[in-house]
């Protein structure tokens, strides 16, 4: 029997693939689940249509208005919560608290945007600066101002977030007045179809200004136009792809980039074995390498330590990964799932290979049995790395193996320890673990320009922060470099990538005019 062709929310209407369709699998059973095509499909109806009909109707809302409809997406989501779990359990292979992140982590995103957005209230346009006189006179002065573009917002996403992905992109285009196009990535697309599914159903938001579309992404980067944005989440090479389509090189569409990053934990010179900061490393790393089998752009893939401290810190995170029990995550023994794919899985052993020419085992957690699951099954138990000689290395600073894997590194000066940070040569998040104030400040100040976020964590936040692979709406994330130079969330600043900002020149009537129309990004 064959599984379902799960259909596409594009133009206005739903639309199924003329073909059989790309089959998505449950990473641990192997079974079939659905089916994703989007062969046939008119892709220039479904772009004009979704810049048209959901771009006009939308600019004719104002940000409170938007906000409101963001909200009421929060209460659908909310309704339909335990399918999105059960739909993460079959096809990512997630245990419960890992399907949060990507479900809850959505959902909070969002009301976030919600509410930030009520604060806009009747603006339908944003004030940018102060007004600039421009002649002696100061009947003559400049305004800057921020419009919403008047195109699409495509995004193309990576498998690892099929919810978050889509939502932590979709808050802010459509609070900012620009329709979406989602195109996620095959293997986990059918949550980002089912949560679109039920958005659309709800009818919360006006027509084309939420579209889906599953499978090949062959041909969507053609469909952009040069007030159309692109937001990309994914591999370097993918990146590369997006970067030089000639939608970017020839009509200067605008491009965000997510892409890999080889992200690091610093453990401060001063810190001791029986330090609390070295604790807090050691807590960290552990949860960065099994939430989500590590599977998240943001997790730990280099830990820097005083070379005095190598051998402690290994024991240490070794004896905390063997608590980790790995298998099915419908089995309540079993605290990590799978790898969302057989071509994760065998990315992620190709890779660990690589890492090994330059590192040796220090704990693989492999050597256990999986609970509830085979050995064919997607699953991979954490495996830490190490090296004493990592200023020799080279690929230890260029390979990104997506899983459960990082590599422990000592330092002998800090700056040397800063020297090897930046050959990730730009990474997503630095985090920094001190009880010295002064020292978290100066890694702050020194890992800032290769990072797009720096978690600075000492004991008195001990209980209080949100974790280094966690991404909150508050702060940005992105990256310079290597991780695609791109910038997400931080809090409104997120508006800025669907916002065009003109320079207006004249009268103080016009622009006492323009201004009863705005109202300041309150950043
Ligand atoms: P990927 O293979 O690059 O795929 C990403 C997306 O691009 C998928 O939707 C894919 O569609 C699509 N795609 C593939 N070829 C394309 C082309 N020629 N033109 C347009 N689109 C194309 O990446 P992935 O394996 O899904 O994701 C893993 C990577 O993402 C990791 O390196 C990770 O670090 C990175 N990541 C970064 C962030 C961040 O925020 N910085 C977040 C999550 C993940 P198909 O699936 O249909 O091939």
């Known amino acids: 029997m064959s599984t379902p062709l799960l259909p596409n929310f594009f133009a206005g209407r739903w639309q199924t693939g003329s073909c059989t369709g790309t089959p998505l699998f449950d990473p641990v059973l192997g079974t079939e689940l659905v089916r994703v095509s989007n062969a046939g499909i008119d892709l220039a109806e479904g772009f004009a249509f979704a810049r048209e009909q959901g771009g006009k109707a939308l600019r004719a809302m104002s940000y409170g208005q938007r906000a409101a409809a963001l909200a009421k997406i ?26 949060a992140v990507d479900i809850d982590g959505a959902i909070f995103t969002l009301g976030y945007y919600a509410k930030q957005g009520a604060a806009l209230g009747d603006a339908t346009l944003l004030l940018d600066g102060e007004r600039i006189r421009m002649a002696k006179d100061p009947a ?31 808050a802010p285009a459509l609070l900012s007045g620009v329709p979406v196009i989602v195109k996620p990535a095959t293997a986990t697309a059918w ?4 949560m679109v599914k039920d958005v659309v159903d709800a009818g919360v938001l006006p027509a084309g200004a939420l579209s889906v579309i599953c499978g090949s992404s062959a041909g969507l980067m053609d469909q952009l136009q040069a007030f159309d944005v692109v937001s990309f989440t994914g591999s370097a090479d993918t990146g590369k792809i997006i970067r030089s389509h000639r939608a970017v090189s020839e009509m200067s569409v605008r491009c965000n980039i997510e892409a890999d990053s080889l992200n690091s934990a610093l453990l401060a010179p001063s810190a001791t074995a029986d330090s609390q900061a070295f604790q807090l490393l050691v807590s960290e790393v552990v949860r960065e390498m099994t939430v989500k089998s590590g599977q998240k752009c943001t997790a730990i893939r280099r830990i820097f330590v005083p070379r005095a401290l190598y051998k402690a810190a290994a024991l240490a995170i070794g004896a905390k990964l063997s608590k980790t029990t790995v298998g099915n995550p419908r089995s309540e023994t079993v605290r990590m799932g799978a790898l969302v794919s057989q071509e994760q899985k065998a990315s992620v052993l190709a890779g660990l290979a690589q890492l090994q020419t330059e590192a040796q085992v220090l704990f693989d957690g492999n050597t256990s049995a999986f609970i509830d699951a085979d050995a064919n099954s997607a699953c991979v138990a954490p495996v830490l790395l190490g090296t004493e000689q990592p200023m020799a290395a080279r690929v230890l600073h260029a390979v990104e193996v997506f899983g459960p894997v990082s590599t422990l590194m000592p330092y002998d000066s800090i700056d040397e320890a800063y ?26 100040a020194e890992l800032a320009s290769s990072h797009g976020r720096v978690h600075a964590i000492s004991p008195d936040v001990a209980s209080l922060h949100s974790g280094h692979g966690n991404v909150m709406p508050m702060s940005l994330h992105g990256g310079p470099g290597r991780a695609g130079g791109g910038e997400e969330l931080g809090g409104l600043r997120a508006l800025n990538f669907y916002h065009r900002r003109t320079a207006v020149q004249g009268s103080v009537l016009a622009l006492d005019q323009l201004a009863a129309r705005g109202c300041k990004l309150p950043l």
């Open 74 to 99: 929060v209460e659908v989501l909310q309704a339909h919560r335990d399918a999105y779990y059960d739909i993460a359990t079959a096809n990512s292979g997630t245990v419960a608290k890992d399907s």
């Open 419 to 444: 020297a090897m940070i930046r050959r990730g040569e730009g990474s997503l998040v630095c985090s920094v673990y001190s009880e010295d104030p002064a020292f978290t400040a100066q890694a702050a």
């Open 191 to 194: 949550l980002t179809q089912r």
């Open 140 to 170: 003559f002065q400049t305004q800057h101002i921020q419009v919403p573009t008047q195109g699409v917002a495509l995004f193309i996403n990576a498998f690892n977030f099929p919810s978050w992905g889509l939502w932590e992109k979709a």
